[in-house]
T-cell receptor, first 117, second 112 residues
Framework: AQTVTQSQPEMSVQEAETVTLSCTYDTSESDYYLFWYKQPPSRQMILVIRQEAYKQQNATENRFSVNFQKAAKSFSLKISDSQLGDAAMYFCAYRGGFTSGTYKYIFGTGTRLKVLA | NAGVTQTPKFQVLKTGQSMTLQCAQDMNHEYMSWYRQDPGMGLRLIHYSVGAGITDQGEVPNGYNVSRSTTEDFPLRLLSAAPSQTSVYFC???????????FGAGTRLSVL
């Protein structure tokens, strides 16, 4: 079975600095997608970034980028020039199951990011 | 665009009561799912559906039922509420194979 592990329950970063959130996953599948979602205090889940496993190039969205290491099964999120609005819970997620037809999502336990002014 | 509409936003139940959490999406997505979110445990999949008439169990299905009679609607039923079901519940629908999920606003449920 696939698993997603976020080993950092909480991280802090100074405003304007850079922070990296870690995520590792375990799977025997070769076809899958990886995601980072943000959950601010409003509770709304917001997609931050998505990575397709068959693409070697790391995804980037403005100040957010990932370091995707497929062989190591690692998918870290880098936030550059951190802003107060980045403070939130961040979830790493995996989607596979295309061969079996299940298409299930699996989420990590989350990392709470605090941004210090 | 309404996206994913989830109701109610808050609910308090007594042990043994039943209720239905409603979820509707207007994006014609085939795949829909229900999660519960508990502190320190992330989002855990309760049930999911790959299309109208097709549902399957997720990681924590016990105590919950679902049905999918239309593409738009995917209600979650609590048959006999227990304090262990106190949680925040999210409904989501997924666009295509690439899998961007769109979430409802969540329901905070307390079972006394």
């Amino acid at each position: 079975a696939q698993t997603v592990t976020q080993s950092q329950p909480e991280m802090s970063v100074q405003e304007a600095e850079t922070v990296t959130l870690s995520c590792t996953y375990d799977t025997s599948e070769s076809d899958y997608y990886l995601f980072w979602y943000k959950q601010p205090p409003s509770r709304q889940m917001i997609l931050v970034i998505r990575q397709e496993a068959y693409k070697q190039q790391n995804a980037t969205e403005n100040r957010f980028s990932v370091n995707f290491q497929k062989a190591a099964k690692s998918f870290s999120l880098k936030i550059s020039d951190s802003q107060l609005g980045d403070a939130a819970m961040y979830f790493c997620a995996y989607r596979g199951g295309f061969t079996s037809g299940t298409y299930k999502y699996i989420f990590g336990t989350g990392t709470r990011l605090k941004v210090l002014a | 665009n309404a996206g994913v509409t989830q109701t109610p936003k808050f609910q308090v139940l007594k042990t043994g009561q039943s209720m239905t959490l409603q979820c509707a999406q207007d994006m014609n997505h085939e795949y829909m799912s229900w999660y519960r979110q508990d502190p320190g445990m992330g989002l855990r999949l309760i049930h999911y559906s790959v299309g109208a008439g097709i549902t399957d169990q997720g990681e924590v299905p016990n105590g919950y039922n679902v049905s999918r009679s239309t593409t738009e609607d995917f209600p979650l039923r609590l048959l006999s509420a227990a304090p262990s079901q106190t949680s925040v519940y999210f409904c989501a629908s997924t666009m295509g194979r690439g899998g961007i999920q769109y979430f409802g606003a969540g329901t905070r449920l307390s079972v006394l």
